[in-house]
């Protein structure tokens, strides 16, 4: 595997860690000021609104996925495969799973990579 892949890969890592520590200041640099998060539930943020959703959650229990699958192409890296994350609920405090495929669309800028699309689509049960 090259290297561009590899730090792809640890990108993502990054990336998940940050997520479940609800590292604002990591993510303010990963995520790109036009990002479009997209929910398993459907919920559209843009950065400000996902960077405030996750401060108020305290970011996520755990996020389980197997190496994905990257498409480079030129500037533009998609990540796809299958996704579990467990999250706990602002509403109620329950801990849930959200199962299913995601698409992470990153671009390359002189400063790096940072995430334009982010999406979790769920599997039917």
């Not at 892949?5 to 000021?33: G, H, K, N, P």
């Not at 929910?39 to 960077?51: E, F, I, R, Y």
């Not at 579990?84 to 509403?91: E, I």
Request: glycine content about 6%.
């Amino acid at each position: 595997m090259n290297t561009q892949y590899q730090a792809l890969l640890a990108f993502e890592r990054r990336r998940q860690q940050a997520f479940i520590t609800a590292d604002i200041d990591a993510l303010d640099v990963m995520l790109a000021s036009d990002l479009i998060h997209i929910h398993s539930t459907g919920m559209v943020h843009d950065k400000a609104q996902l960077l405030a959703h996750l401060r108020k959650m305290g970011g996520f229990v755990a996020i389980d996925r197997d190496e994905p699958r990257i498409h480079l192409e030129g500037d533009i890296a998609v990540l796809t495969g299958e996704t579990r994350n467990t999250v706990r609920s602002l509403q109620s405090g329950e801990v849930m799973v959200r199962h299913g495929f995601s698409t992470l669309v990153l671009r390359r800028t002189l400063a790096g990579w940072e995430i334009i699309l982010s999406q979790l689509t769920p599997y039917n049960s």
